[in-house]
């Protein structure tokens, strides 16, 4: 499976945006596509993630309502919508695919290049 991620750029705080990613190669319904993200100095953190088959989806408190994660089967394409972003947002987003739900790193095989995403004050 190999993974794109696009959309990333840079916006104001306050301001929506949202990242895509294309999963080349087959998707199973148990699988789970994942974003995290890498802020400066700082370690990669969990950010959303979403079962591809039920689309049950799984947020991390600091984006919680803000964040929306979908998928669109068809397209073997992952969503990310960031709304009311806020400067804290600022970091490389990654989006993984994984065999079950986990919130480490470690739990997703494979990954897709980063998108830098900037929000600034």
């Known amino acids: 499976v190999q993974l794109q991620a696009c959309g990333g750029g840079l916006v104001q705080a306050g301001d929506s945006l949202r990242l895509s990613c294309v999963a080349s190669?087959?998707?199973?319904?148990?699988?789970?596509m994942g974003w995290f993200r890498q802020a400066p100095g700082k370690e990669r953190e969990f950010v959303a993630a979403?079962?591809?088959?039920?689309?049950?989806?799984y947020y991390a408190d600091s984006v919680k309502g803000r964040f929306t994660v979908s998928r669109d089967n068809a397209k073997n394409t992952v969503y990310l919508q960031m709304n009311s972003l806020k400067p804290e947002d600022t970091a490389v987003y990654y989006c993984?695919?994984?065999?079950?739900?986990?919130?480490?790193?470690?739990?997703?095989?494979?990954w897709g290049r980063g998108t830098l995403v900037t929000v600034s004050s």
């Open positions: 993984a695919v994984g065999p079950g739900l986990g919130y480490s790193d470690s739990s997703y095989n494979y």
């Open positions: 190669g087959r998707i199973f319904s148990s699988h789970v």
């Open positions: 979403i079962r591809w088959g039920r689309a049950s989806t």
